[in-house]
């Protein structure tokens, strides 16, 4: 029985996780820095990301947004750019195959997108937990 539970719980803990290996190497960096941060840091968390993905701040423009203001509560679905009205493909790499797979898109886009919500940058902690966050979708 005790070795039937410790197999099974393997692929669970594989498949709840599974960034490609350009993107893993990436959060296994903001995990090192996360360190730096907090000496008491463990994983990431997608609770956490979700607070961080959900909630309205006075961002760029004056504006209260959130990140769901242009990627749409629902992260299967279309966004639309608050901004300029343009559509964005949904966000969760379920439903679209191009998420999360380039480090280059996924640093370019997280900075920008902490400064319309937050007007700064987000932190190690922040970027790792927001993306274990949009893997859960
Ligand atoms: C003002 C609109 C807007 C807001 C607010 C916004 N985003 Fe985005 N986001 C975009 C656009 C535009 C793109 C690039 C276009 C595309 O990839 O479809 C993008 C792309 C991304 C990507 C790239 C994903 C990939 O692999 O292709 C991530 C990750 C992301 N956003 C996360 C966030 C997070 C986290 C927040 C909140 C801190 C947020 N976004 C808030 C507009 C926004």
Redo the contacts with the bound molecule.
């Keep these: 029985m005790k070795k039937f539970i410790l197999v099974s719980l393997i692929p669970l803990s594989v498949f709840a996780n599974n960034f490609n290996d350009q993107i893993q190497i990436y959060i296994d960096q903001l995990k090192v820095e996360a360190k730096n941060i907090d000496p008491n840091f463990n994983d990431f968390d997608s609770k956490r990301g979700e607070e961080?993905?959900t909630s309205k701040h006075i961002?760029?423009k004056g504006q209260e947004?959130?990140?769901t203001?242009?990627?749409n509560l629902d992260l299967t679905q279309e966004g639309k750019?608050?901004?300029t009205n343009?559509v964005?493909?949904p966000?969760s790499p379920t439903a679209n195959k191009?998420?999360?797979?380039?480090v280059k898109?996924?640093e370019k886009?997280?900075r920008r997108?902490?400064k319309?919500?937050?007007l700064k940058e987000?932190n190690a902690i922040q970027k790792g937990d927001?993306?274990y966050y949009?893997n859960t979708k």
């Design positions: 961080i993905f961002g760029k947004i959130s990140c203001s242009c990627h750019n608050v901004f343009k964005i493909k966000l191009e998420r999360l797979i380039s898109e996924v886009w997280l997108n902490f319309d919500v937050y987000g927001v993306l949009i």
